[in-house]
């Protein structure tokens, strides 16, 4: 087990009805104004939005609102809420939504604070020491952005996306009501299951020994997922499915999953440039990337993948053949990918193959030549991956 | 699942060497003056006190000394204490040890910012408002109070063992270093394990439905547990096995393995009268406990033991035999706590049976005639456990 640092202040509101809590907590943090950042019209539509509102107004606390986060969210909107924080004297960001509305109002909360361009933080041109306090009510669950150190935002010039982090991102506070997520659409919601799934494989991926109370952490809660997300594409409003869903999508990312080991992002890198270039949900990228890269770095550790088939997918163990147990697993994956309504081939997001060399140009400027820690890849190791994932 | 609040804002920095960091923790909080609080001579005796000395010296950072915390802590120590604060101008209380040190530095921190006697706050008189800061440098693995609310204290004015609780006795930080587990007497870091192991049971125990993802949890940390703890009596000095013991002991106790979901604290209220009364380790009482306990409650939800019995005890389930795998798990549990050199009885405790009528009484004065939740005990039913727990 490597050393760790663990720290997760967020203070986590979770259940039935806690979205009516949100004014009572602002004013706790004795905020004054408050920049609501949303994206889609559902957060209207709800009526959440008005509810959201009036317990702010009932504790007293003026806002302001500004709609429009999307998926891969832009920069343009970001520039507009730190004019409007800055002019209207906001001193805290309210998400309303998913990992889209919170990186957003992140970026927001930094830029609001700094004199200079806020995408100096996303091109490792300036530190950060300084954000406006951001809470978050939850509606999507999948990036666990809203327990996360983590803002990922795509810069309309070049369409970079990019990432950047600090203990100074993590929101304050994180409204989860499981009820508030009924109405996704359904695709958006396994997306989101895909997501969560995604942040546990790349820690559990690891080549650091000795992790074992973490991986048998990492398993039940997949376990839990994937039960939970059968029961979900079924029957949309069960309660205790979509409480599953939610609060594993935010401790897969709120870093307890990780402690100790080296982690390894290199599938979320390939998948950045898939949404950066065709603006396809993340979480469905994931869908088609991480069975790729599974299949490609299966050498690296077999045995590794043999207990991830028998913990998590309930393969019977065959001591005499672990890559035919390992596939196994890995087969039963795109099962379930395909099971809860997700792409499976780079084909399937829209994509061609002959894109693949754009895709690995806009690799090779945004991340360099080589990454990865459970298999350093290169260039042509990602090539490998996409062409895995095609067709 | 219920509704649930999850807040752990406790900054844990885990791994070798990791003591030398507490200068600069404590001045990043600005503190100007701290009482280092502990417990035996060996925190001396190890140099572990001259490093954290040193270390608060090169941030310049001033301190006091007070040593002699004792297992099941008393009040005349918290008062001299408390007292020590308040003369010094004291403004942070670093606890260096285990449970007993800790619980004791939360008391003191209590006391130094509040004009009345701080046992107002473990009799329930006086509400907790505000404190000094509390830090951790951790020596034994065992009651999770490093990233807890809870502080228990026995005032020796008649021997009450009494708890109070509040996220303002959450640790700001804790240091967490496995190789100062090493020198541990190993009958109490045997004690320690089956403190953590009770704090993840009296979870588990649950009548709540639909907390399968935690329960995922609660078993993997305790194979975990019970995995690196048969290594630690063989291997003290295992790296491996202390470093789980140790992550796995706060984690326990953090409240991240109980969310959602109704606990049940029997276990530890029948416990606390013993240790109050004997003088004997927490876990050894625990230990003698916890199997009475199950076995006197497996009718209350036979499913659940064996569900315990299958996933952490690995007895091969027998849908015919529902009782007869849920007590061979605890039967299983019984053979782990002799193997790693616990007490199986209330006689290995130097207890006699004739004494039960007065822990009967105690437990009346203190908690008065009923109390837990996945069953509710009678006084009788706890004069029966305790029964369980004799030869």
Redesign the interface.
């Known amino acids: ?16 009805d ?1 979205q009516h809590q949100v004014g009572s907590l602002v004013q706790s943090r004795n905020a004054k104004k408050v920049l609501i950042h949303y994206g889609g019209g559902s957060v209207v539509k709800s009526g959440l939005l008005q509810q959201i509102q009036d317990s702010l107004s009932q504790s007293k606390v003026k806002y302001l609102v500004l709609g429009g986060a999307m998926p891969n969210p832009r920069s343009s909107l970001v520039y507009e809420g730190i004019d409007l924080c800055k002019k209207e004297g906001v001193d805290f960001v309210l998400a309303v939504g998913g990992g889209s509305a919170i990186d957003s109002a992140k970026a927001i909360a930094l830029g609001s604070m700094y004199d200079g361009d806020f995408w100096d933080f996303y091109d490792r041109k300036a530190k950060i020491t300084k954000a406006l306090p951001v809470g978050v009510v939850l509606t999507i669950p999948a990036a666990g952005s809203e327990g996360s150190t983590a803002s990922v935002i795509t810069h309309e010039n070049g369409m970079l996306k990019r990432g950047t982090g600090s203990d100074l991102l993590r929101p304050v506070f994180a409204i989860i009501n499981p009820e508030l997520t009924y109405t996704l659409p359904m695709y958006h919601a396994s997306a989101g299951v895909v997501d969560m799934m995604s942040h546990i494989f790349e820690r559990y991926l690891t080549k650091t ?2 992790v ?2 973490t ?3 990492c ?3 997949l ?3 994937i ?2 997300a059968r029961v979900m594409v079924k029957h949309p409003s069960d ?2 499915a979509r ?2 869903i939610c ?2 999508g935010t ?1 897969a990312h709120n870093g ?1 999953l990780g ?2 080991r080296q982690e390894d992002w290199s599938t979320h890198i390939l998948e950045h440039e898939l949404s950066a270039f065709y603006d396809v949900s993340h979480g469905a990228g994931l869908a088609v990337m991480f069975p790729a890269f599974m299949k490609y770095t299966l050498h690296e550790d077999v045995n590794r993948y043999v207990r991830l088939a028998v913990q998590v997918w309930n393969v019977v163990n065959d001591p005499t053949d672990p890559y035919g147990v390992a596939l196994e697993g890995i087969a039963r994956f795109e099962r379930f990918l395909k099971e809860i309504g997700m792409p499976l081939t780079l084909q399937d997001l829209g994509a061609k193959k002959e894109d693949i060399d754009k895709l690995i140009e806009k690799l090779e400027h945004n991340k360099g030549t080589s990454f990865g820690s459970f298999k350093l890849l290169t260039l042509e190791d990602a090539k490998k991956i996409y062409l895995l994932a095609s067709k």
């Open positions: 087990m490597e050393n760790f640092q663990f720290y997760s202040p967020t203070k986590f509101i979770f259940g039935k806690t020994t000795a074992e109370l991986d048998h952490m398993e039940g809660v376990k839990a997922i039960d939970a309660y205790d409480a599953t609060w594993a401790i307890i402690v100790g």
